[in-house]
């Protein structure tokens, strides 16, 4: 059974960072890309990175230069370190192996103004 379990959120002020992560269990995690998205209320839930098996990324536009995805696939977890946090990220953050439907639970952020 896969599971996905994510872990890092919290409360931060604008300007501040957090580092998200998620373990993964029940696949061969370094065969997966996986994708870290972000769910707002009120709004859907959109792509915030992926990588790629290999450690290729991309990134979201609204948090090039500030977000950053990686992973170790020894602890079979992927990361995403978070700076320059602005409000309007506020988030429940998920995780995801790509184009597949396994979610974690989600982690949340608040980024306080």
């Known amino acids: 059974q896969v599971q996905l379990v994510e872990s890092g959120g919290g409360l931060v002020q604008a300007g501040g960072s957090l580092r998200l992560s998620c373990a993964a269990s029940g696949t061969i995690f370094s065969i997966n890309a996986m994708g870290w998205y972000r769910q707002a209320p009120g709004k859907q839930r959109e792509l915030v990175a992926a990588i790629t098996s290999g450690g290729r990324t991309n990134y979201a536009d609204s948090v090039k230069g500030r977000f950053t995805i990686s992973r170790d696939n020894a602890k079979d977890t992927v990361y995403l370190q978070m700076s320059s946090l602005k409000p309007e990220e506020t988030a429940v953050y998920y995780c995801?192996?790509?184009?597949?439907?396994?979610w974690g639970q989600g982690t949340q952020v608040t980024v306080s103004s």
């Open positions: 995801n192996i790509k184009d597949t439907p396994h």
